[in-house]
């Protein structure tokens, strides 16, 4: 069984500041691969960052960064210089070993509701 | 290039009433996902079509959901009859191959059951 815990429902930050939003998880599988999607309230997921577990380098993507930590299972997102469209709900996400068929879908966690301040 | 298309965008029904929710994914990605998002919480899959088979079905609630993608294509999510629990939002996605890291993501159905 996969599991992905995010403990902050909500976070603020002040515009053109760095914001880190944490993720932990937790699986059996040898290999995986992390995710993170952002919400907006108009409602459809985006696809930000993918890190895969064997992955030597953390994954960037423009401002955005995955800081992973495969000891401590954390899969944290660094989002540097925050804008105001920044604001939105943050979904952390895992997928097992792509060997295993049920494997192969994405577990979410409930994510947690970042607010840019201007 | 158009995005992942789902109608409607709302809908409000009875207990025990039935819906039915439609999507065209992105062209030529084989791969269709349903998720059911419950406020407050993460996306859950439902059930993953490639082509026109099902992968993955395992936490769909048979007794009363079901979906289908006849032509490869457009694809429909059905409930009948319709729980108060069955009230959220429901989420259509595609991608290229079933292993691609990105899935595009439709705005969603908000379902509302009284």
């Known amino acids: 069984a996969q599991k992905i815990t995010q403990t902050q429902p909500g976070m603020f930050v002040q515009e053109k500041e760095a914001v880190t939003l944490d993720c932990t998880y937790d699986?059996?599988?040898?290999?995986?691969?992390l995710f993170w999607y952002k919400q907006p309230s108009s409602g459809e997921m985006i696809f930000l960052i993918y890190q895969g577990s064997y992955d030597q380098q953390n994954a960037t993507e423009g401002r955005y960064s995955l800081n992973f930590q495969k000891a401590r299972k954390s899969a944290n997102l660094v989002i540097s210089a925050s804008q105001l469209g920044d604001s939105a709900m943050y979904f952390c996400?895992?997928?097992?070993?792509?060997?295993?068929?049920?494997?192969?879908?994405?577990?979410f966690g409930s994510g947690t509701q970042l607010t840019v301040l201007p | 290039e158009a995005g992942v298309a789902q109608s409607p965008r709302y809908k409000i029904i009875e207990k025990r009433q039935s819906v039915a929710f439609w999507c065209n994914p992105i062209?030529?990605?084989?791969?269709l996902y349903w998720y059911q998002q419950i406020l407050g919480q993460g996306p859950k899959l439902l059930i993953q079509f490639q082509n026109n088979g099902v992968v993955d079905d395992s936490q769909l609630p048979k007794d009363r959901f079901s979906a289908e993608r006849l032509k490869g294509v457009d694809s429909t999510l059905k409930i009948q009859p319709a729980k108060l629990e069955d009230s959220a939002v429901y989420l259509c996605a595609s991608s290229f191959y079933s292993s691609d890291n990105e899935q595009f993501f439709g705005p969603g159905t908000r379902l509302t059951v009284l």
């Open positions: 062209s030529g990605h084989a791969t």
């Open positions: 699986t059996s599988d040898p290999s995986y691969g």
């Open positions: 996400a895992m997928r097992g070993d792509l060997s295993s068929g049920s494997a192969r879908q994405l577990t």
